[in-house]
């Protein structure tokens, strides 16, 4: 099955099972969030997911929701780890069961996917201090014939410090190479594929919990672990998903290693993205972040040729990532925005290591002072100039 085919077979699925498809996956959270990204599918549907208001599509709901983490930033460059990704999600605002979800993502993963039952493992709440176990996953998971581990805190998702919250089910696939050993928490080859929530509670700011007046279920799948799984592959940047990347990349810009060549990847598709999603670079919040993706990968381009630029990027890589993340053509100029930064980042540098180069900061280190005149004075920002002088950046 190619991406595409994975996407609809899911959005599909629940079609037939009475979910209405929900639109507009725009990264941008609704005005008055205080997250600047959406994170993940229910993000979106946090209030409904509350029950404080019905839905206006009804009480089940399917999405495939673009989601943009930089709390894992640091770990793009493995086999799984990316910037900006999808969510598949199905949800139950008050409809039917924990049970019936657990039972439809059993069904949809063999008969639908394929997946062998044997390779699959899952987990349960297994109960803490406030609340007991979860019996009914636990029934139901037997009753499928699924092996189970009971678990703590890694069964119990929020969405925050506060709001709303409960036990859940994860679904891990077996991806070692010999018969499956151990269980999901004794051996990293299981990989988890699908969390199934029981949004049943509360969370106030004491930690106490308060039974919401109507449970949902929420869940979601990433969409980039499930390709790679379905083709065979060892990592997201083997699968279709950056079929073209994986083969343009290294022609264009001639990058020796496999992470640099990951990372440059991750970051330029991530900020196509996020640039089509209406954001500019900047110096605060989103434009922030995009700003550091584009910086990021710039360092990574310039240190072993400060010739190369993003000028070169071909017209298919924008085109194929445009399509995928569903993005109209035409409205955003993405290589312009990515040029004007580019040019920005090289007169930064530039001035950065002239400014450095002066006696007066020679053979010494540099004081929150300095720093301070740094970006006041020359607009020199206190990562860029450290960046500098641990020759991160381009010498
Ligand atoms: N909210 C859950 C998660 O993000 C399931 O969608 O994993």
Redesign the pocket.
């Known amino acids: 099955m190619n991406s595409e085919q994975i996407l609809s077979t899911f959005t599909s699925f629940y079609r037939e099972r009475g979910h209405r498809p929900v639109t507009g996956s725009t990264l941008l959270p609704p005005p008055g969030d205080p997250v600047l990204f959406t994170t993940?599918?229910?993000h979106p549907l946090t209030p409904y997911l509350e029950g404080t208001r019905p839905h206006p599509l009804g009480g089940r709901l399917t999405n495939v929701q673009r989601c943009l983490r930089t709390t894992d930033l640091d770990e793009v460059g493995d086999g799984t780890h990316l910037t900006v990704f999808e969510?598949l999600?199905s949800w139950s605002l008050g409809d039917y069961s924990h049970s019936q979800s657990l039972r439809w993502g059993y069904e949809l993963l063999t008969d639908g996917y394929g997946f062998d039952p044997g390779r699959l493992y899952v987990t349960v709440f297994g109960g803490d201090e406030r609340l007991g176990p979860d019996t009914s996953s636990l029934r139901t998971w037997q009753e499928l014939g699924v092996p189970v581990e009971l678990t703590r805190d890694e069964n119990w998702?929020s969405n925050g410090p506060t709001g709303p919250c409960g036990p859940d089910s994860e679904i891990f696939v077996w991806t070692g190479d010999g018969p499956p050993v151990s269980t999901p928490t004794g051996d990293e080859r299981w990989v988890e594929i699908w969390?199934h929530?029981l949004m049943g509670y509360r969370r106030h700011e004491d930690g106490s919990l308060t039974p919401l007046p109507r449970p949902s279920v929420?869940?979601?799948m990433g969409l980039e672990r499930l390709v790679p799984l379905l083709q065979g592959k060892r990592s997201v940047y083997d699968s279709d998903l950056f079929e073209p990347w994986m083969r343009l990349v290294p022609g264009v810009w001639g990058l020796s290693g496999e992470e640099p060549r990951r990372i440059v990847s991750d970051h330029l598709r991530s900020s196509i993205v996020v640039i089509g999603d209406g954001v500019l670079p900047s110096n605060t919040g989103r434009g922030y972040v995009l700003r550091r993706l584009v910086r990021r990968l710039l360092t990574v381009l310039w240190r072993e040729d400060p010739s190369r630029t993003l000028g070169d990027l071909p017209r298919e890589l924008v085109e194929h990532t445009r399509q995928h993340f569903r993005q109209e053509d035409g409205e955003v100029d993405v290589r312009g925005v990515l040029l004007d930064e580019e040019r920005r980042f090289r007169g930064l540098l530039t001035r950065g290591r002239s400014v450095l180069s002066r006696p007066r900061f020679s053979g010494r280190s540099l004081t929150p002072e300095d720093f301070l005149y740094l970006h006041d004075t020359h607009g020199l920002p206190r990562e860029l100039v450290e960046g500098l002088l641990d020759e991160s950046l381009v010498s």
């Open positions: 993940s599918g229910m969510m999600g998702w969390n929530v929420d869940t979601g």
